[in-house]
């Protein structure tokens, strides 16, 4: 299975059009934040796959209209998908994808670096990702695993993260690794200029996966 992985940085390799026949054998794409809806719905449009995506602390215009929706208890679908580009948003939630039988949680925003929105303390990050729990125990029983994917905006403190008080990761993201052993964090947030910059690094269970621009996944290969 092949995962194209967005953020921060609309991708002149994605947004052209040759994305067709570039990304022809995706089959999801995960959108990590700081992008414009717009740019997600030409890719959905364009390649006719799901995409599930979380806001970051940039590109926010269409923020407000999403974040009464973040119960932890999602389906495979979204009430506002018909007036949301195309795309699926999981920040607070986690969603089985009905076709590849996908576990993934979404948890979107930042550090709180200038009380901005979608900034969050790691106080508070640990409050919102407690409320995931009972639904990640609840496909522990019926799936034999929590989760398969994290879906972040913001690294783990120290893991792919810098430190310039923007860029910080969250340390509430490594407890969560640790008791819930996703195969997989995808985050962006910290810019890559660099293609050849390494991107991935593991965690115990979990391989953090920095998507900046963008990224191809194929969980073949990976896990």
């Given at each position: 299975?092949?995962?194209?992985?967005?953020?921060?940085?609309?991708?002149?390799?994605?947004?052209?059009?040759?994305?067709?026949?570039?990304?022809?054998?995706?089959?999801?794409?995960?959108?990590?934040?700081?992008?414009?809806?717009?740019?997600?719905?030409?890719?959905?449009?364009?390649?006719?796959?799901?995409?599930?995506?979380?806001?970051?602390?940039?590109n926010l215009k269409h923020y407000?209209?999403?974040?009464?929706?973040?119960?932890?208890?999602?389906?495979?679908?979204?009430?506002?998908?018909?007036?949301?580009?195309?795309?699926?948003?999981?920040?607070?939630?986690?969603?089985?994808?009905?076709?590849?039988?996908?576990?993934?949680?979404?948890?979107?925003?930042?550090?709180?670096?200038?009380?901005?929105?979608?900034?969050?303390?790691?106080?508070?990050?640990?409050?919102?990702?407690?409320?995931?729990?009972?639904?990640?125990?609840?496909?522990?029983?019926?799936?034999?695993?929590?989760?398969?994917?994290?879906?972040?905006?913001?690294?783990?403190?120290?893991?792919?993260?810098?430190?310039?008080?923007?860029?910080?990761?969250?340390?509430?993201?490594?407890?969560?690794?640790?008791?819930?052993?996703?195969?997989?964090?995808?985050?962006?947030?910290?810019?890559?200029?660099?293609?050849?910059?390494?991107?991935?690094?593991?965690?115990?269970?979990?391989?953090?996966?920095?998507?900046?621009?963008?990224?191809?996944?194929?969980?073949?290969?990976?896990?």
């Amino acid at each position: 299975m092949k995962i194209l992985c967005v953020a921060d940085h609309r991708s002149p390799l994605v947004y052209s059009t040759g994305i067709k026949e570039r990304f022809k054998d995706v089959d999801l794409i995960l959108g990590a934040g700081d992008l414009p809806m717009d740019y997600y719905g030409y890719i959905v449009s364009s390649l006719n796959k799901k995409l599930f995506f979380v806001f970051g602390n940039h590109n926010l215009k269409h923020y407000n209209r999403f974040k009464g929706t973040n119960t932890p208890y999602a389906q495979d679908h979204n009430p506002l998908s018909h007036h949301s580009f195309g795309s699926i948003f999981v920040s607070g939630k986690v969603i089985k994808e009905k076709k590849s039988g996908l576990i993934i949680a979404g948890m979107g925003g930042s550090i709180d670096y200038n009380h901005g929105e979608n900034q969050y303390t790691d106080i508070q990050m640990y409050l919102k990702l407690f409320r995931l729990i009972p639904r990640l125990i609840w496909n522990r029983i019926f799936y034999g695993r929590y989760l398969d994917i994290f879906l972040t905006h913001s690294p783990p403190r120290g893991l792919n993260d810098r430190e310039d008080p923007c860029h910080k990761g969250f340390k509430s993201f490594l407890w969560f690794m640790d008791k819930f052993k996703p195969d997989f964090l995808i985050h962006g947030h910290i810019h890559l200029y660099d293609r050849n910059e390494k991107r991935d690094i593991q965690y115990k269970n979990t391989k953090i996966i920095n998507v900046y621009d963008y990224y191809l996944l194929n969980l073949e290969n990976n896990k």
